[in-house]
């Protein structure tokens, strides 16, 4: 009863808040709740002209015709590989990084080279694809005219399906681990500086400081960020490969997102790229919910 | 007490809205069915009780004495640009049509080409009234989509009873044009046409090369083999460097494309086209592709890569990237459309101010056979409304602009254009066209983008006849002739020498809506046939995994998708 009491008297202090968070729960509802009555497209045979209300209920349809397709393997394998190692990478260069960075003195330097590492996460892919075309290039480009200074014959990276994974991987962490680069130097500067005090005195060095402080110190936001990317496991980065492969790749690089998009946007299939969609999803949404769990049983952390 | 009272209602409350949604939607889709099976009924009762004697009186007297209105929905393409002040609604060719007609144009909303597919599956969806015409240049899905909604009109009749002589000869000039549009023997959309063989290729070389090296322009693929060796290993730019190829070509999109750089010809000269359906010698049709010849013409292009005749990332090219090789002086040969002269070849000349380039003949093959992929007559549809009143009405635009727009004769009302001082400007007692002529503040526009035709009226045809004879010394004397001069001299030529070759091109005959299994299956097929042919050019595959590769097509869908496709064919040719 007092507990209610209590409650009662809450509400009427906190009720402008409430209200101030109405219009982002309407924009919510009507952008990301309300559009997802679409995904029973993903049960029907869907029609544009026949609309939701009309087209053919086919039930699973759309999900057999994903499996049937004499490649999925491959294409689900690649989606598998690719995504793996970009979740992996995209940890691990960070963190390494954030913690050279850290050694650094001299702050302009610093400064400059966090910037630098941090533009080219504000290049599209679409401009990207080709100037890696041009820089990657056996005839002249700067990549291989570099490796021929030390002898090595031109490398066909985007002809090469091996090398064109490494190429993907490779040009993908380069473009954007700057940008995580910067959630890792907060986490650096939020370190409490006595325990680095209380090291020295200990006569800990630079290294036992690092091993036994900093990096104790970022795995919770380590974990973090490793569990929200989780959720991209079937994302092996659409803008990326569509720009840069071609039928010479297609073994080793073709993933899901492309295949969608050539069935489902092109070919016109809506209730069959919904399908995918919707997998796609499901199984990020329950990779997310197993590793939230993991990190909070494991490290005890929350997120939510 | 009371707080049972409040959860009651609250219960209530949370019931009342869901229930109230669900009758609604429920209701909405009842009205709909209702809406539209009324709207046929009343549709058909009209064209047939339509008085089709009042039609034609009008077609004869050739404009209506009431006011008749007519509601648009038309693509917007990024070549449609209006003066200060004016939109689609507001410019000298409304008026023009309600001079001329006494139509009110009324564009109820326009959309670009990027959004419109959207906004026209969303009206069809929502089941919304559609405006009287729809004027839509874009997927063959999107139409497909409108002629299924079933809420328009047969236009095969109207056509041969309202549309005028010069209107119909232009659509017979290929007939296939009709196809994609036909549902049981019936037409569903009027098709806007295009100039023939627009985008088909001819062979650029660069003169000076050839020159350098006294070649003569090769007949034969055996001759341009030979003068692709000399541009690759002979240093024709004379820079030292061994860094030039033969022939501009981009495989990346495959064996076939749209015609910058392609490699169409190198098959035709094999007697096959890939990448398309082609009529067989018994009638029916056969995916190109799968053919015998194009394991021959494949071999051929990897022995040219492993010459170094064409460059070594061609499999990474698309069009615009291997054409790119001829302009920026790095390859002598490029197959590429006969405006390639205005864009995007003359680059070369930034990069050496000596070169020179014309187009030539494609060469024949071994057996002297010559081909090329031909592009398509028709760009685009109209639809007429089951319930639009007037259909006579676009009949009566359509027919004034093939007599009087299409090629214009001399004294004809839209001689030089449609209104002096937008479409062309009188100097000196002679009509000109060209741009610098006008006044700042009032540029030249070309009002043929306005109508409903999207390019006004255009005779397939006439284009490449009129470049063909303009370049043999014919002096221009129509309005159309002394337009089409105008153009580069190297355009002209090249249109030419386009019109020269023009038996060898080879029409994809498979230009319908998507089969069920071509739906389910193409992309496998598509993506395996790309990945074998350029692994084969590439020495990656042996030449042998063309057999594989044929018998995996067949097997995997390709027989039960020609057959298909025979059975579409079947149904539309006999129109």
């Known amino acids: 009863m007092k507990q209610r009491v209590a409650r009662r008297w809450n509400f009427k202090l906190t009720w402008p808040l409430h209200v101030m968070l109405v219009p982002g729960i309407v924009?919510?509802?009507?952008?990301?709740?309300?559009?997802?009555?679409?995904?029973?497209?993903?049960?029907?045979?869907?029609?544009?002209?026949?609309?939701?209300?009309?087209?053919?209920?086919?039930?699973?349809?759309?999900?057999?015709?994903?499996?049937?397709?004499?490649?999925?393997?491959?294409?689900?394998?690649?989606?598998?590989?690719?995504?793996?190692?970009?979740?992996?990478?995209?940890?691990?260069?960070?963190?390494?990084?954030?913690?050279?960075?850290?050694?650094?003195?001299?702050?302009?330097?610093?400064?400059?080279?966090?910037?630098?590492?941090y533009l080219p996460h504000f290049l599209s892919w679409v401009i990207l694809g080709g100037i890696l075309l041009d820089m990657l290039s056996t005839d002249g480009g700067l990549v291989n005219q570099a490796l021929g200074w030390f002898g090595i014959e031109p490398i066909f990276f985007?002809?090469?399906?091996?090398?064109?994974?490494?190429?993907?991987?490779?040009?993908?962490?380069?473009?954007?681990?700057?940008?995580?680069?910067?959630?890792?130097?907060?986490?650096?500067?939020?370190?409490?500086?006595?325990?680095?005090?209380?090291?020295?005195?200990?006569?800990?060095?630079?290294?036992?400081q690092m091993l036994k402080i900093t990096l104790p110190s970022l795995i919770p936001i380590t974990i973090v960020v490793g569990t929200l990317s989780l959720g991209n496991i079937l994302n092996a980065g659409f803008d990326q490969i569509f720009n840069l492969y071609n039928p010479l790749v297609y073994e080793k690089g073709d993933i899901i997102d492309t295949y969608v998009y050539r069935v489902g946007l092109i070919g016109g299939d809506f209730g069959f790229g919904t399908a995918v969609g919707v997998f796609k999803s499901l199984v990020s949404f329950i990779l997310i919910v197993i590793s939230y769990r993991l990190a909070y049983k494991l490290a005890n952390y929350r997120i939510f | 007490m009371k707080e049972a009272k409040g959860e009651l209602f609250l219960k209530q409350g949370w019931i009342k809205p869901v229930a109230l949604m669900t009758t609604l939607v429920l209701s909405m889709g009842f009205l709909g069915a209702c809406a539209s099976s009324n709207g046929e009924n009343k549709g058909k009762n009209e064209v047939s009780s339509n008085n089709q004697a009042a039609a034609k009186s009008v077609l004869e007297a050739g404009k209506f004495s009431e006011p008749v209105k007519m509601d648009i929905v038309r693509q917007m393409t990024s070549d449609v640009k209006f003066r200060t002040g004016e939109d689609i609604n507001?410019?000298?060719?409304?008026?023009?049509?309600?001079?001329?007609?006494?139509?009110?144009?009324?564009?109820?909303?326009?959309?670009?080409?990027?959004?419109?597919?959207?906004?026209?599956?969303?009206?069809?969806?929502?089941?919304?009234?559609?405006?009287?015409?729809?004027?839509?240049?874009?997927?063959?899905?999107?139409?497909?989509?409108?002629?299924?909604?079933?809420?328009?009109?047969?236009?095969?009749?109207?056509?041969?009873?309202?549309?005028?002589?010069?209107?119909?000869?232009?659509?017979a000039e290929d007939a296939s044009v009709w196809n994609p549009y036909v549902r049981d023997g019936k037409k569903y959309a009027l098709p806007i046409l295009d100039y023939a063989n627009n985008n088909d290729t001819v062979l650029w070389i660069r003169d000076d090369w050839m020159k350098k090296f006294n070649l003569q322009?090769?007949?034969?693929?055996?001759?341009?083999?030979?003068?692709?060796?000399?541009?690759?290993?002979?240093?024709?730019?004379?820079?030292?460097?061994?860094?030039?190829?033969?022939?501009?070509?981009?495989?990346?999109?495959g064996m076939n494309t749209w015609g910058l750089a392609d490699a169409d010809f190198i098959f035709g000269a094999y007697g096959v086209m890939p990448g398309q359906w082609n009529a067989g010698s018994d009638g029916k049709l056969a995916y190109g592709s799968v053919q015998p010849e194009v394991k021959t013409a494949l071999g051929k292009l990897k022995e040219w890569m492993e010459k170094g005749y064409i460059h070594k990332e061609a499999g990474?090219?698309?069009?615009?990237?291997?054409?790119?090789?001829?302009?920026?002086?790095?390859?002598?040969?490029?197959?590429?459309?006969?405006?390639?002269?205005?864009?995007?070849?003359?680059?070369?000349?930034?990069?050496?101010?000596?070169?020179?380039?014309?187009?030539?003949?494609?060469?024949?093959?071994?057996?002297?056979?010559?081909?090329?992929?031909?592009?398509?007559?028709?760009?685009?549809?109209?639809?007429?409304?089951?319930?639009?009143?007037?259909?006579e009405a676009f009949f009566l635009y359509a027919n004034y602009l093939y007599e009087n727009q299409g090629n214009p004769q001399a004294g004809s009302p839209l001689e030089y254009g449609f209104e002096e001082g937008y479409d062309y400007l009188i100097k000196d007692g002679k009509p000109t066209w060209d741009g610098a002529q006008f006044p700042a503040d009032q540029p030249i526009m070309n009002l043929g983008k306005y109508t409903i035709l999207f390019d006004g009226a255009r005779i397939p045809s006439l284009m490449m006849k009129t470049l063909s004879d303009l370049d043999g010394g014919k002096e221009a004397t129509s309005a159309f002739e002394m337009k089409a001069a105008m153009d580069m001299d190297k355009n002209i030529h090249a249109g030419a020498v386009n019109y020269s070759q023009i038996e060898?091109?080879?029409?994809?005959?498979?230009?319908?809506?998507?089969?069920?299994?071509?739906?389910?299956?193409?992309?496998?097929?598509?993506?395996?046939?790309?990945?074998?042919?350029?692994?084969?050019?590439?020495?990656?595959?042996?030449?042998?995994?063309?057999?594989?590769?044929?018998?995996?097509?067949?097997?995997?869908?390709?027989?039960?998708?020609?057959?298909?496709?025979?059975?579409?064919?079947?149904?539309?040719?006999?129109?």
């Open chain 2, 90 to 171: 507001n410019n000298p060719h409304v008026t023009w049509a309600k001079e001329a007609f006494n139509i009110d144009l009324n564009y109820v909303w326009t959309a670009d080409s990027s959004a419109i597919d959207t906004k026209i599956r969303l009206l069809l969806s929502a089941n919304e009234d559609l405006p009287d015409i729809v004027q839509y240049r874009g997927s063959q899905d999107v139409i497909d989509a409108l002629i299924d909604s079933g809420k328009f009109v047969e236009v095969g009749d109207l056509f041969e009873q309202y549309a005028s002589d010069a209107y119909k000869s232009a659509m």
């Open chain 1, 158 to 208: 985007l002809g090469n399906g091996d090398w064109f994974r490494f190429t993907v991987i490779f040009s993908d962490v380069w473009k954007d681990f700057g940008f995580s680069t910067i959630i890792f130097l907060a986490a650096l500067s939020g370190i409490n500086p006595d325990f680095y005090e209380a090291a020295l005195i200990d006569g800990a060095n630079r290294w036992q």
């Open chain 2, 217 to 253: 322009p090769p007949a034969t693929i055996a001759e341009m083999e030979t003068m692709m060796d000399m541009f690759a290993n002979q240093d024709p730019d004379g820079n030292g460097k061994k860094d030039t190829v033969g022939l501009a070509v981009g495989l990346k999109n």
């Open chain 2, 316 to 391: 990474l090219h698309d069009e615009g990237k291997a054409a790119e090789l001829f302009s920026s002086g790095k390859a002598g040969i490029v197959a590429a459309p006969y405006w390639a002269g205005g864009w995007p070849l003359p680059a070369v000349k930034e990069v050496d101010k000596n070169a020179d380039y014309s187009a030539y003949r494609l060469p024949a093959g071994p057996d002297g056979k010559i081909g090329r992929s031909q592009s398509g007559v028709s760009n685009g549809v109209v639809l007429i409304n089951k319930n639009y009143e007037h259909p």
């Open chain 2, 504 to 575: 060898f091109a080879m029409p994809n005959l498979y230009n319908g809506s998507p089969t069920k299994t071509y739906k389910k299956r193409w992309d496998f097929l598509n993506k395996s046939e790309k990945e074998t042919f350029n692994k084969i050019i590439y020495g990656d595959s042996p030449i042998e995994a063309f057999d594989t590769f044929v018998a995996q097509w067949k097997s995997s869908g390709g027989d039960t998708i020609t057959n298909e496709v025979n059975e579409w064919y079947d149904s539309v040719k006999s129109n």
């Open chain 1, 27 to 117: 924009l919510v509802l009507i952008f990301a709740y309300l559009p997802m009555l679409g995904l029973v497209m993903a049960f029907q045979d869907f029609q544009p002209q026949l609309g939701f209300f009309r087209s053919e209920w086919i039930g699973f349809e759309n999900f057999k015709l994903m499996f049937e397709y004499p490649d999925a393997r491959q294409v689900i394998w690649n989606t598998l590989l690719i995504a793996v190692i970009k979740i992996v990478a995209h940890l691990i260069v960070p963190l390494i990084f954030a913690l050279l960075l850290n050694e650094v003195r001299k702050m302009v330097f610093k400064r400059f080279v966090q910037t630098l590492v």
